[in-house]
């Protein structure tokens, strides 16, 4: 049966695609489209799973969720020896914390951000408090990027493919000023031959 990605289009769905074309796994794509009004992923994904959200893997009819998970699964299974630190070695602890925080600590104030925006001035109170938390995490990831350009080690692995959305989120809302080593980071990605195959076979993406 092989892999299929259920894709949502605008989502962190993206860096999933980007990742097998890195890998050079062959691979289907199953696309859903947002409501044009509401933004909201369609019922259609809910029979793929009860919560109805994407990214979704298959692997030979197996289901994985959870964005960390499907790229830790890849990069094991695909990625010869790349893409993942030496098990056992520091490098392998700090890359598991960067994926965690990716989905945890960074997602957390961006998607607070899009919901309280939303509110209009009902969410008035929130803002200062959100934008102080989505400065603090973009400008530790700025902290932390290494000279290599990546978060972990000195070539690509798993937390980058992880934490290249919460850094395309830092440059949309203009950041780049504020946060350079970030902005580098989003253009390498997007220079890539293989992120440029994923995003014309993603469809509509925002960070690009």
């Known amino acids: 049966m092989g892999i299929v990605v259920h894709h949502l289009n605008n989502s962190r769905s993206q860096r999933v695609l980007w990742l097998l074309e890195e890998l050079g796994v062959p691979y289907e794509i199953r696309h859903y489209s947002r409501d044009a009004v509401t933004n909201l992923a369609p019922p259609e994904l809910k029979a793929v799973h009860p919560l109805g959200k994407s990214p979704l893997l298959e692997i030979d009819g197996r289901v994985i969720e959870e964005s960390g998970a499907i790229v830790q699964v890849l990069c094991e299974r695909y990625g010869?020896?790349?893409?993942?630190?030496?098990?056992?070695?520091?490098?392998?602890?700090?890359?598991?914390?960067?994926?965690?925080?990716?989905?945890g600590s960074a997602m957390t104030p961006i998607l607070l951000n899009l919901y309280v925006g939303r509110l209009g001035e009902g969410g008035a109170?929130?803002?200062?408090?959100?934008?102080?938390?989505?400065a603090a995490h973009f400008g530790y990831l700025e902290a932390i990027l290494r000279p290599s350009g990546h978060f972990v080690g000195d070539d690509w692995t798993g937390a980058d493919v992880m934490l290249s959305f919460p850094a395309e989120i830092a440059v949309m809302q203009g950041g780049?000023?504020?946060?350079?080593?970030?902005?580098?980071?989003?253009?390498?990605?997007?220079?890539?031959?293989?992120w440029q195959r994923a995003r014309a076979k993603g469809g509509a993406y925002f960070g690009s």
């Open 176 to 194: 780049a000023d504020a946060w350079p080593k970030l902005a580098a980071f989003v253009e390498s990605i997007h220079a890539r031959p293989a």
């Open 80 to 103: 010869k020896g790349a893409w993942l630190p030496a098990p056992g070695s520091d490098d392998a602890l700090r890359h598991l914390e960067l994926m965690h925080f990716a989905e």
């Open 125 to 134: 109170p929130l803002k200062p408090r959100i934008d102080e938390q989505l």
